[in-house]
Nanobody, 117 residues
């Protein structure tokens, strides 16, 4: 069982920035793809950014150029840097770890991001 602990959410004004962190209880370098999802009220959970392996990164079109996913493998931590935040970015953000071998998924508890003036 892998535990994922997220932090960094909060209230920010439009145009502002936040950095989310997700720390895993296991070594994520070798066997895990790390992802960030978000879910707005009344909507489905959507993939925001994925880091399948070193150098293999993809973003949802809605966040390209504004969000950056990165990792510190020494700390087993993945980050989501969010710049130029918009009200439509308001959601609960979830960290996800996908074991490439077993295809087992693990989820963090979610962290609320609210963009409002």
């Amino acid at each position: 069982q892998v535990q994922l602990v997220e932090s960094g959410g909060g209230l920010v004004q439009p145009g502002g920035s936040l950095r989310l962190s997700c720390t895993a209880s296991t070594n994520i370098y070798s066997n895990y793809a790390m992802n960030w999802y978000r879910q707005a009220p009344g909507k489905q959970r959507d993939l925001v950014a994925t880091l399948a392996s070193v150098g293999r990164i993809n973003y949802a079109d809605s966040v390209k150029g504004r969000f950056t996913i990165s990792t510190d493998y020494a700390k087993n931590t993945v980050y989501l840097r969010m710049n130029g935040l918009k009200p439509e970015d308001t959601a609960v953000y979830f960290c996800n770890a996908l074991n490439r071998l077993s295809k087992t998924e693990y989820w963090g508890q979610g962290t609320q991001v609210t963009v409002s003036s």
